[in-house]
Structures are given as structure tokens and as C-alpha cells.
């Protein structure tokens, strides 16, 4: 059986439509060791801390998406401090996100996200804790503001955009997360851009609920399609998929682990 991860999603929200027993017996069906669930806001945050609790295959990362910057930081601080002080003998938060910027959308005004997401890298850093970024149509802002800090460590989750920024991307040593999206992209250049991430950089996400792979393209998305992600990409790179599997998790056991 192959020995994949989902990285990143979002099956721990209320909102969730599918039953969360079902969609991890599945996952593990098809060889899902570990999920993660990912924050994008207070409340989302606290659901990811419960679930990752619930279940002893998943775990959380906590965070304030830039769609929702203009409500605060609410309760994530409180949340962070609360699973990584020195009481707690086992935590299931491994990270902060997904934090970045994303001026594709409106949602939060640009000095909202760029406030937020600079004081959740800063408690990334206090807490040493590696960071799943969101970032759309705002590279250039978003490395002018990664370079202001040192020793970050992270993923750009549901990574869509050019072979330049990738290559900027692996110069500052980060991860690059890939999900449902490559295997419905039909834009040469993007293909390209995917079959240039090093395996060794690679990490495997669904994004669950959104962004279901072929063949499963009009199903609600969950964990057990990250599966499908990886037969796109041992096709695309040519390599077996035992193979691919087995490097992109041990990616991820280094990045979050």
C-alpha cells in the first residue's frame, strides 16, 4: 500500500459536507497516514485543534487567511500559546497557517493582510513553528515581506503561479504544495512549471473540500483523492508512484514533524 499525506485541508470545518468517520476510513483505505488540517480563521482554527485532537491520524495548523485579515487575530495567539507551552506533553499543532496575501480577491483591504500576515510569521518565529502560505496574484509584496525575516521555514500551499517565482521559492528553501488543480490544468506553461518542482520539494495536498482531481472532478473533495494527485505527478515526472509517495511524505514529516 502506498504511504501518502494529505497536507493540507479543510475536512475538520463545521461546514464540512461529508461525514468525517467515513471520509478517514476511506482515506486510510487508499494509504493516508496523516492529514492536516489547516486554519483559516479563529473558529476555524479552534475546529482544527478539536478534530486533530478526535482523530489520531490528523492533525493542525492554526491561522488567519488573508481573506479574513480584516477581522483580527482573534483567539489564534491564545490557541498557539495554549498547544505549545511547556505543560502540554503531546500537541497535535505542527504549524501556522495559511497566512500570506491574496489581492486576486477583495475580501480584506492590502494593509489589513499585510498587518496580519506579518504578526503570524512573528508568532511562527517566537514558536518555531513552519508556516503554510496563501498567496495569489501578490508575489512581489509577499517577498518583500519574507525577506524581511530569517529562518522561515514553509509550504506554498496550492502553488498555481510561474516558474520564476518557483524558482524563487526554492532558492529561500521552501516547499511547494500541489493539489487537484495540476491534474485538470491545460495550460502547457503551468505543466511545465509543475514538472520543474524537484520531487525533493514536493508536497502532496488536497485542499479538501475545493479543487477535486480527475477522475473525481464534481465530488465534494476529500483526502483519499490525494491519491489521484499522486498518479498525476509520478505520470508527469515519470517516476513510480511508490516512489513519488514515499518522498513527497517524507517532505512533509521534515517540513511539519
Request: glycine share 6%.
Amino acid at each position: 500500500m502506498l504511504y501518502l499525506i494529505d497536507s493540507h485541508c479543510h475536512i475538520h470545518e463545521s461546514s464540512y459536507p461529508l461525514d468525517p468517520v467515513d471520509v478517514i476510513r476511506r482515506a486510510k483505505e487508499v494509504g493516508v497516514k496523516k492529514i492536516i488540517c489547516v486554519g483559516t480563521d479563529d473558529k476555524s482554527s479552534t475546529e482544527a485543534i478539536k478534530f486533530s485532537t478526535e482523530h489520531d491520524n490528523a492533525w493542525a495548523i492554526v491561522g488567519v487567511h488573508p481573506h479574513e485579515a480584516k477581522h483580527g487575530l482573534g483567539r489564534v495567539p491564545d490557541l498557539i500559546a495554549q498547544n505549545t507551552n511547556s505543560n502540554v506533553e503531546v500537541t497535535k499543532l505542527i504549524g501556522i497557517g495559511e497566512i500570506g496575501l491574496d489581492y486576486f480577491y477583495n475580501h480584506s483591504s492590502r494593509d489589513n493582510q499585510v498587518e496580519i500576515f506579518n504578526r503570524q510569521i512573528e508568532l511562527a518565529i517566537k514558536h518555531d513553528l513552519p508556516i503554510s502560505f496563501h498567496v495569489r496574484e501578490a508575489f512581489e509584496d509577499f517577498w518583500s515581506i519574507f525577506d524581511n525575516f530569517h529562518g522561515l521555514r514553509g509550504v506554498l500551499h496550492s502553488y498555481t503561479d510561474s516558474t520564476k517565482n518557483l524558482e524563487r521559492a526554492l532558492e529561500r528553501g521552501l516547499y511547494i504544495g500541489v493539489n487537484g488543480i495540476a491534474t485538470f490544468n491545460k495550460n502547457q506553461e503551468q505543466e511545465a512549471m509543475y514538472r520543474a518542482i524537484p520531487i525533493e520539494r514536493l508536497l502532496l495536498e488536497t485542499d479538501s473540500p475545493f479543487l477535486t482531481p480527475v477522475p473525481n472532478r464534481g465530488k465534494v473533495n476529500e483526502p483519499a483523492f490525494v491519491a489521484d494527485v499522486a498518479r498525476y505527478l509520478s505520470n508527469l515526472y515519470d517516476q513510480p508512484i511508490e516512489k513519488l509517495t514515499e518522498i513527497t511524505s517524507q517532505n512533509t514529516q521534515k517540513l511539519f514533524f
